[in-house]
T-cell receptor
């Protein structure tokens, strides 16, 4: 049971480049989400999904796209990277039905946009 | 919008001391309150989860309490050790299963 995995661990991009951050979980969780962590601001929700084919925006969705074609995977796409997207990105998952479920986080992807 | 605050932002204590970390939230309509530990350059490790119907949870030397009516949670660490040095984050679970995080308390335990 690997839990929540994220790739890559580190990435450097130039302004305007695109890339996809990968997230996968093997716990059969319905709910998956993406957060970004910036110094002094805490973690903020980017996008989330409550099941395959269902996604919604969080607090800071601009510049990011997501899709959920399977229960296991929830990739985050940066369409045209900007320096303001330099951050640490965390993926999380949990059960959804019944409410109040513990959330589990991946190890993070550290992204630098030059 | 839910606002979560953690005070103090940083705390330094000698080894063996008992300590309390504070977390406050503005909207009492939460499903649970989760405490995490984050080591430098690492991910988040879940420590304790308190459901909205509960008052406290314990795990080893850690005890977390929740008072929804006052919008407060505390994390009590007994007999602190240098290995407890890390940043501690609290997060309140709101609607749509989304977490609202505080900015954390950075704890240093001095040998």
């Amino acid at each position: 049971n690997a839990g929540v995995t994220q790739t890559p661990k580190f990435q450097v991009l130039k302004t305007g480049q695109s890339m996809t951050l990968q997230c996968a979980q093997d716990m059969n969780h319905e709910y998956m989400s993406w957060y970004r962590q910036d110094p002094g601001m805490g973690l903020r929700l980017i996008h989330y999904s409550v099941g395959a084919g269902i996604t919604d925006q969080g607090e800071v969705p601009n510049g990011y796209n997501v899709s959920r074609s399977t229960t296991e995977d929830f990739p985050l796409r940066l369409l045209s990277a900007a320096p303001s997207q330099t951050s640490v990105y965390f993926c999380a998952s949990s059960y959804f039905r019944g409410g109040g479920n513990e959330q589990f986080f991946g190890p993070g992807t550290r992204l630098t946009v030059l | 919008k839910q606002e979560v605050t953690q005070i103090p932002a940083a705390l330094s204590v000698p080894e063996g001391e008992n300590l309390v970390l504070n977390c406050s939230f503005t909207d009492s309509a939460i499903y649970n309150l989760q405490w995490f530990r984050q080591d430098p350059g690492k991910g988040l490790t879940s420590l304790l989860l308190i459901q909205s119907s509960q008052r406290e949870q314990t795990s080893g030397r850690l005890n977390a309490s929740l008072d929804k009516s006052s919008g407060r949670s505390t994390l009590y660490i007994a007999a602190s050790q240098p290995g407890d040095s890390a940043t501690y984050l609290c997060a309140a679970l709101g609607g749509a299963n989304n977490l609202f995080f505080g900015t954390g308390t950075r704890l240093t335990v001095i040998p």
